[in-house]
């Protein structure tokens, strides 16, 4: 194997091996051809991780000025995000009381419709009691008809 030491091989150059012994040296072996050529590729090897090294710095220092800008743009948008809650929150409160008034005015409208319907009933049951006498309350499409008099009533 280039480069072992085998029994009885010589790590130097030049010099034989003993008689029966199987050792071989050749250029490429890491004792003789590691001096310069090894050198060499060693000194390439660290300018190109150098290189690497001094890109891969640049690229860092930008993605740091891209990391700020987009934690400042994720910052403004989730303050607008949060306005925007806030604002949606603010109409959901005025919606629900609108619709609780909504309600309200149903209800009033309802209780005011049967309290006419009832009263109503109860002029024509008393004008009905009394012979047909002429009706001096004006009925409810009446007042509507004329709002002008229904103030008076």
């Known amino acids: 194997m280039p480069g072992s030491s085998a029994a009885g091989c010589s790590d130097v150059v030049g010099q034989a091996a003993p008689p029966g012994v199987a050792c071989q040296v050749t250029w490429d072996d890491r004792f003789v051809g590691y001096g310069v050529r090894g050198r060499r590729a060693s000194i390439r ?19 740091g000025v891209t990391v700020e800008q987009a934690e400042a743009a994720f910052e403004a948008a989730s303050e607008r995000f949060a306005e925007a809650e806030r604002a949606v929150d603010t109409a959901r ?20 419709g049967a309290a006419v319907q009832r009263l109503e009933r109860r002029v024509r049951d008393l004008t009905d009691r009394l012979g047909g006498a002429p009706t001096l309350v ?16």
Not at 138 to 153: I, Q, R
């Open 138 to 153: 004006p009925s409810a499409s009446e007042v509507t008809a004329f709002p002008n008099l229904a103030h008076m009533f």
């Open 45 to 63: 090897e660290l300018s190109e991780l150098r290189r690497r090294l001094a890109a891969a710095q640049d690229v860092l220092a930008g993605t």
């Open 93 to 112: 409160a005025e919606r629900a009381q609108a619709r609780q008034d909504r309600y309200a005015a149903r209800q009033a409208q309802q209780r005011a």
